[in-house]
């Protein structure tokens, strides 16, 4: 694989598991029950491979629950993944010098859901700008202000924003915030977490714009999570499904809305509203998704597909190319 080729960001069979011990109560109990307490482990992915070529948008999509949100900050490096490798240009992130560890952190940036809670309400948004630069000296002192000026103006906001604290502007206003933070160590990689779920409509749009923007200016790369197909299907390349820490499917963004394969996909897609369908009967899947505490043996969807078959129940479909860039896991297309 050449560097022209090498994605920013691959991930090898990666797993995520969150492992608790049982606490004083749980022991007690167990004690006086003559069980002995068990440790509780939380399957939040299970074993993902995927690659984010340089400029490209992948979008990731499932229902609350499913993982997606974990996989993202495994991604960034919150969460180190218990099981298999993640790249960052061809060299495994474990395995780098301090020099290239810090390259990867500062390349590799996130945007929260939830602007309120990812922004220090005690700073004023100068300072909440500019950390990063006096932590990890990217620019002299004299130069920050600056810098912070032309974040702010990159993002729409006027310069007389930054003496605020963030409860002094909008929602729509912190968001641009967290991008502009994010954007401040000149990285060439964002996780977008659910960026837009916590705006109004109207606002929404405005920051996909901004991304799109964004995306054209610096070249930069994302990984896209959200719930919402509309926005995915708007500014994204490609569109991987995600079902109880798996992806199922994964293709370009038309064959993904115009070919689903997938029933899980296929029921995803048959929930967007649509004002040319208004008259088509309105069918929820069926049941909740299971506890990523016991995933259900064989495919995790089967419990909830109505196409499911025996050997649904006992073997794990794999994921296999069915088209050109198009791959899914389900036994039905065998």
Not at 33 to 46: E, F, I
Not at 64 to 77: E, F, M, N
Not at 132 to 151: F, N, T, Y
Not at 263 to 270: E, I, K, S, V, W
Request: hydrophobic share 40%; glycine share 8%; net charge positive.
């Amino acid at each position: 694989m050449t560097a022209m080729t090498t994605p920013v960001i691959e991930l090898r069979d990666v797993h995520k598991r969150f492992v608790s011990s049982p606490d004083l109560l749980q022991k007690i109990v167990g004690a006086v029950a003559r069980q002995p307490a068990q440790t509780r482990t939380v399957h939040a992915v299970n074993g993902v491979n995927l690659q984010i070529a340089k400029g490209e948008v992948l979008g990731l999509v499932g229902e609350s629950g499913c993982g997606k949100s974990t996989l993202g900050r495994v991604v960034a490096g919150l969460h180190p993944a218990t099981e298999g490798q993640l790249l960052y240009k061809g060299q495994e992130v474990r395995s780098l010098n301090s020099q290239d560890k810090l390259a990867y952190t500062l390349g590799v940036q996130m945007v929260f859901q939830d602007p309120q809670a990812s922004l220090n309400p005690r700073q004023k948004l100068h300072q909440i700008l500019g950390e990063a630069l006096h932590v990890h000296k990217l620019a002299p002192a004299a130069e920050v202000p600056g810098r912070v000026d032309a974040a702010l103006a990159e993002v729409g906001l006027a310069s007389e924003y930054r003496a605020r604290l963030p409860h002094q502007i909008s929602g729509g206003q912190r968001q641009r915030i967290g991008i502009a933070r994010a954007l401040m160590v000149t990285p060439d990689f964002l996780v977008c977490d659910e960026p837009v779920a916590a705006l109004d409509v109207s606002i929404q749009a405005q920051v996909i714009n901004l991304f799109m923007d964004l995306r054209a200016q610096r070249g930069l790369t994302y990984l896209f999570i959200s719930h919402d197909l509309g926005v995915v299907r708007h500014i994204s390349d490609k569109v991987a499904i995600m079902y109880l820490g798996k992806i199922v499917e994964m293709a370009p963004t038309a064959e993904i809305f115009g070919q689903a394969q997938h029933p899980y996909t296929q029921a995803l897609l048959a929930e967007v509203p649509d004002v040319g369908r208004r008259k088509r009967v309105f069918t929820p899947i069926k049941g909740e998704i299971p506890s990523p505490l016991s995933p259900p043996p064989g495919c995790t969807f089967h419990p909830r597909c109505p196409h499911a078959m025996e050997r649904c129940k006992q073997e794990v479909p794999q994921l296999r190319e069915t088209a050109a860039g198009h791959v899914t896991a389900c036994h039905l297309l065998d």
